[in-house]
C-alpha cells in the first residue's frame, strides 16, 4: 500500500518533537552568546516540556498530522501559521503564569517562538524533497463515478505520494469479458504495479475468477473502495454494496467502548454545562431585546435506531413556528446575532442537556430532521445506517468536511451524500482514540469561525 498511517503520523510526531527540542538549544545559544552545557539545557528543556508538548498538541489540533492530501497541501501554509499563533499565545501564558517557570530572562520565550517557528515552517515544507520514494508508484484505477476521477486526480497532483503514472478505465462504459481483455492488455503493456478495481461492481463479480490472472502475474491488486479510504479517509460509497457493509459495519458492537463512550461523554459534558450557564443570561437579555421570542429553538431530530427526540438550541432564527426544512431560503430568516451565535457555536451550548440526557454523544453523525430523513433515504443507498450509533454534538464529517460543501438550509443531496462517506468512515473506525482525536480537533473548529 503507499501508506502507513500510524507509523507516519508518529514518526513525524517525533521529528517535530526533536526539531522543537532542538530550536531551545539553539535559542539558548544564541541568548547567551555560547554553546551552553548540557546540565544547563535540561534545566530550561523540563520546564519547556510542557509549552513543546502542547505545541504538538495543537499541531494535531490543526491537521499537520493529518493525511497529506492536495486540499491539505494547498493550505499548509496557513495551518502551520495558525498552529504557531495558538502554540505562541499558550506558551506565552503558561510561562508568565505558572510557577514552574523562574527562567530569568524570559526574552528566552520569543527567540524559541521564533527558532521554533521557522524550523518547523522549514521542515514540513521542504523536507519531502529528501523523503520521496525509490520507486514511483503507476497506478490503473478501474471504477466509476465523482469518486474515480477524485483519486485519479489525488494521485496524479498529490507531491507526498509522487506517482509516476496514474490511468483509470470507468467501468460504467465498459461489460463482462471485454472489460476484463482490455484490463489485462493495458495492464501488460504499459506495466502498472498497483492495479486498484471495484470488486464490488457486477462486472467484475460475475467474472472475478478472471482476475486471479494479475495475482498470479504478482502485481498489486487491491480493491479500489480501500485505496481510496486509505488515501481520503472516507468511504466511496458509489463503489462498495450491501456485502461491504455487512463484512465491515456488521457485528461492530463493542460493550466496553459503549459504556466508556458514555461515561467520558458524562465526565466532560456535565461540568462543560455548567460553565455553559454563564452565557445563558447574556444570550437572554439580547434575544429578548432582539425580538422579544423564545430564548431556545426545539426541533425533533432522528436519533440511533431512527428515535425521534428534541434537540435545543439557542435560538438564531426569526421566531416563527413552522419551519421549512426543504427551503435554502430559511437562510434569510437568521437574525444578526443569530449569525454571531451560530459562527461561534454557543448556539450549540444547551445541546449539552442532550448530551446528559442521553440523546446525542459528543461525537457521532449529527442528527437530522425527520423531514430531511425521509427524503434522503428515499434517495441515497444505505442513508439509514448512521443511525444505528447514537449521534454526535460533533462528528467526523463536521471536522473533515469542506466547510463550503456542508448543508445548513434546506434539501442538499449531493452534499449529504458527501458527510455520508465520512460517517460511514467513522462508523467503520470509531474507536475512543478516534473520539479523543476529533473532540481535540473540535477545539480548532470552536477557535476560528470558519473552522480553519
Do not use: C
Not at 546540565?39 to 499537520?64: E, Q, R, T, W
Not at 502551520?80 to 510557577?99: D, E
Not at 467484475?204 to 482476475?211: P, R, S, V, Y
Amino acid at each position: 500500500m503507499i501508506f502507513s498511517k500510524i507509523t507516519k503520523r508518529v514518526f513525524v510526531g517525533v521529528i517535530d518533537f526533536l526539531i522543537l527540542s532542538f530550536s531551545l538549544y539553539v535559542s539558548l545559544s544564541l541568548r547567551n552568546l555560547n554553546f551552553g552545557s548540557w546540565d544547563n539545557y535540561l534545566k530550561v528543556f523540563y520546564p519547556f516540556l510542557i509549552i513543546i508538548i502542547s505545541s504538538i498538541v495543537v499541531f494535531y489540533m490543526y491537521g499537520l498530522y493529518d493525511k497529506m492530501t492536495i486540499k491539505i497541501y494547498k493550505e499548509l501554509d496557513k495551518r502551520i501559521f495558525y498552529g504557531h499563533i495558538i502554540s505562541a499565545i499558550i506558551g506565552t501564558i503558561i510561562f508568565y503564569t505558572s510557577p514552574i517557570f523562574s527562567i530569568a530572562p524570559k526574552t528566552i520565550l520569543i527567540i524559541y517562538i521564533l527558532i521554533s517557528s521557522l524550523s518547523i515552517f522549514a521542515w514540513r515544507k521542504y523536507a519531502r524533497a529528501f523523503v520521496k520514494p525509490n520507486q514511483k508508484m503507476k497506478v490503473f484505477l478501474v471504477a466509476e463515478g465523482r469518486e474515480l476521477h477524485e483519486l485519479e486526480e489525488e494521485l496524479k497532483n498529490n507531491k507526498i505520494i509522487d506517482t509516476k503514472r496514474v490511468e483509470y478505465i470507468d467501468i460504467e462504459n465498459e461489460a463482462g469479458l471485454d472489460l476484463y481483455t482490455k484490463i489485462k492488455k493495458i495492464v501488460e503493456e504499459d506495466d502498472f504495479n498497483l492495479i486498484a478495481i471495484n470488486m464490488h461492481h457486477s462486472h467484475i463479480k460475475n467474472n472475478i475468477e478472471l482476475f486471479y490472472e494479475l495475482l498470479l502475474e504478482k502485481r498489486d491488486v487491491i480493491n479500489f473502495a480501500d485505496l481510496y479510504e486509505e488515501v481520503f479517509e472516507k468511504i466511496p460509497l458509489k463503489n462498495i454494496d450491501a456485502g461491504w457493509f455487512f463484512s465491515n459495519l456488521y457485528n461492530k458492537k463493542d460493550n466496553l467502548y459503549d459504556s466508556s463512550k458514555r461515561a467520558f461523554d458524562l465526565i466532560l459534558s456535565i461540568p462543560a454545562f455548567i460553565i455553559s450557564l454563564v452565557f445563558y443570561p447574556f444570550v437572554f437579555l439580547i434575544i429578548k431585546y432582539q425580538d422579544g421570542g423564545n430564548i431556545f429553538y426545539i426541533s425533533k431530530r432522528i436519533g440511533k435506531d431512527g428515535k425521534e427526540f428534541d434537540l435545543y438550541k439557542f435560538r438564531s432564527m426569526t421566531d416563527v413556528k413552522k419551519v421549512n426544512v426543504k427551503s435554502k431560503n430559511e437562510s434569510k430568516r437568521v437574525t444578526k446575532f443569530g449569525d454571531f451565535i451560530r459562527k461561534t457555536r454557543i448556539d450549540e451550548l444547551p445541546q449539552l442537556i442532550n448530551v446528559i440526557k442521553g440523546n446525542l454523544s459528543l461525537i457521532g453523525p449529527r442528527p437530522e430532521m425527520p423531514e430531511l430523513v425521509k427524503e434522503y433515504s428515499n434517495q441515497i443507498a444505505f442513508y439509514g445506517i448512521r443511525h444505528t450509533i447514537v449521534p454526535g454534538l460533533s462528528g467526523y464529517a463536521q471536522i473533515y468536511q469542506d466547510q463550503k460543501e456542508v448543508p445548513k438550509f434546506g434539501l442538499s443531496t449531493d452534499a449529504t451524500k458527501e458527510k455520508l462517506s465520512y460517517d460511514v468512515y467513522y462508523l467503520k473506525h470509531r474507536s475512543f482514540m478516534l473520539d479523543l482525536s476529533l473532540i481535540i480537533k473540535t477545539v480548532r473548529v470552536l477557535i476560528g469561525k470558519t473552522g480553519l
